[in-house]
């Protein structure tokens, strides 16, 4: 492996890093198929690096990646793999005994996205993130009219899980 | 809850993340891919060391074989068959070079996969049925050829009639099955990018 396209990728990675915990909050399940689903990402963008030309915005291209991989991922249903850094994904339990008002409302973001469809998730991730309907259209393809009409029937499902 | 309050909420969110160093990273990717495209390609090369492990054990059975009219038949046969494998491990190949974009528009790159696995489904489906009429159809003649000389026991006619019975019994049997096969294999994972797809152009349309 380059050295130098390795550090450049890994920085890249530590920067954007919360952009793929955040999909694999919102695609993957359980702590096994988020750690399942980061590395596949990782895989993913690591493959592309090498096309990347600067061409889109360094965040459009890794959502664009890290959307692909997620919604055409194969789930697993038991994985023996453990690695460190993905600790920081919370686990489930560990979150119930130290739950402090904000984590509960963390968990219930999480679980009211839960209940969308997978392209509602990429809508809804790509708008609680700031990005413009140009960005959003640029990430997935749909027209912007479209994800007007798609984000405020999700704002509105939204609304009716959490009870506002 | 409100909007704004979900949005700060999603800020902080990956807050607790961990920095992925060099190590872990090289951990990650030296695993392999667990996507359905990625393991079709292995297969593929899985597919290509069985055909040539075969290839090669039909080649030691033909050098062997005293010479007649069956060995040149054979080495014919042999050539051709070599020739079309090729040609779909050749195809096969530049099908899954192409199914995928993943820097892509997420829309686009779902279409293209979609389109691809869509022919490559119809590829293995149409080459498994052609082999297995083939194989029987070759099988036949070489059978027919080496009883020319031999005294019959049975009219010729119903000859005829059960090899071509047995023939469509084992094509039914094989064309069923290889469809069962495949939609088992792929058919999930169409169904769920049609799904999308169409969730995606679904407000477009109306």
Known sequence: MNSDKEKKFLRLISEHEGLIHKICHVYAADALAK????????????????????ESKIS?????????????EKRRNKTKVSISFLGSLKDDKAQESNMDADEENLNLLFSAISK?????????MLYLDDKSYEDMEDVLG???GTLRVKMNRIKEKLRQITKV | M?????????DGSSNSSIPINEEELNQILNKRSRRPIAIIKRNLKLEMAF??????????????????????FDIILLVVAGILYSIYV????????????????VKSNLSLQLGFLEKLVKLYFKVGNIFVLLTYLIAGAIGYITSESETDSIPHYLEIMIFITIGAVLFLI???????????????????????????????KK
Do not use: P
């Not at chain 1, 750690?35 to 600067?54: A, C, G």
């Not at chain 2, 409100?2 to 999603?10: A, D, G, N, Q, S």
């Open chain 1, 116 to 124: 969308l469809t997978e392209v509602e998730k990429a809508v809804v």
């Open chain 1, 60 to 72: 459009t291209w890794m959502y664009r990646v890290a959307l692909n991989t997620a919604l055409t």
């Open chain 1, 142 to 144: 749909i027209n912007q």
């Open chain 2, 174 to 204: 094989n064309y069923y099955f290889s469809r069962w096969y495949l939609f088992t294999l792929y058919g999930k994972h169409i169904q769920k990018l049609k799904n999308i797809l169409y969730e995606m152009d679904e407000s477009e």
């Open chain 2, 2 to 10: 409100e909007l704004r309050k979900l949005k700060e909420l999603w």
């Open chain 2, 51 to 72: 055909g040539i492990l075969f290839y090669c054990f039909f080649i030691w059975i033909v050098s062997n074989q005293a010479v007649s009219i069956i060995l040149y």
């Open chain 2, 90 to 105: 050749f195809y096969k190949n530049q099908l899954l070079k192409k199914m995928e974009c993943m820097s892509c528009e």
């Open chain 1, 35 to 54: 750690q399942d689903l980061f590395q596949e990402i990782v895989i993913q963008l690591w493959k592309s690096f090498e096309n990347f030309r600067n």
